[in-house]
């Protein structure tokens, strides 16, 4: 039976379920059973980037699955190599003929890449690219508060969603609280840490036991009370289930801020600060 996943609404009118599938390293025939699989168990919402390299196997396993396309949200992501306003359309068009869509639901500038300093133009294009049809939202990932006040200031258009690390090591309080001042709504990256050293956590084991639940479910749970939209990737169906199974309990104030407390100064995954780290 598929599990319904509640949704909430970005400042643009788009719909958006509070948990998604992550698909970095799901690729060819098993990224596309993956893909099909976490749709069946319920999973509307597919987390791409053109830097994947796994667009085509998105649009493969959306022609496989039984759901319709205008049921699904899905999302790609500009490399920070096309942020000239020219490149970036070339880019947005690349990314729907890979995935063969007419259209995606949320395109996110991948990174700033702030020394390069063309995000403003990369930022218009996505602007555009809305106009024209080939996006219903648009949005950015990795981008500090800084960067976002500047694409609104330059362009008059704010992103309706930041996709950015946050884990329990790295709960990026500060900016959370900033998108919320700002209508703008958080994805995490990352949600589970990679599953580097969470599932050993002795506190999340506690709590987990406590709810007769899972530390991934644990954990899950708590990003959607922080108001975080999570994108865990999982290839295998049972933990696609057990990660979306998170809406028949609660965790309560103290074992929130429990799990919050975990955080650590450096706890990103790799060094990753936006202000700095470059991708292309
Ligand atoms: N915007 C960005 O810059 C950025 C950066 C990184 C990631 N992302 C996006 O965020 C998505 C998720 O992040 P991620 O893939 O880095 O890491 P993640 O979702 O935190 O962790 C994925 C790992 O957790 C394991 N896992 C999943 N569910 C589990 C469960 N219930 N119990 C035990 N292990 C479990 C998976 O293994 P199995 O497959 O074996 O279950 C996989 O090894 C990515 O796929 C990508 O879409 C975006």
Known sequence: ???????????????????????????????????????????????SAYNYENEGTIGEAVRRSSVPREELRITSKLPGRYHTYDQA?????????????????????????????????????LIDAKKWGFIRSIGVSNFLPDHIERLEKETGVRPTVNQIELHPFFNQEAQRKWHEA??????SWSPLARANDVFENETLQKIARKHNKTVS?????????????SIPRSSNPRRQLE???????????????????????DGRLRNQDPAVYEEF
């Open 217 to 229: 479910q644990v954990i899950l749970r708590w990003h959607y009370q922080l108001g975080a939209i």
């Open 89 to 125: 359309v070339v880019a947005i068009q690349e990314s729907l003929y890979r995935a063969n869509l007419d259209y995606y639901d949320l395109y996110l500038i991948h990174w700033p890449n702030p020394k390069q300093n063309q995000y403003v133009e990369a930022w218009q294009a």
């Open 243 to 265: 990660n979306i199974s998170i809406f028949d309990f609660s965790l309560d104030d103290a074992d929130m801020n429990v799990i919050s407390g975990l955080a650590r100064p």
């Open 1 to 47: 039976m598929e599990t319904s996943i509640p949704e909430l609404t970005l400042h643009d009118g788009v719909t958006l379920p509070v948990v998604g599938l992550g698909t970095g390293k799901l690729r060819g025939n098993a990224g596309v059973n993956a893909i099909v699989s976490a749709i069946d168990a319920g999973y509307r919402l597919l987390d």
């Open 182 to 187: 700002h209508d703008i709504k958080t994805q």
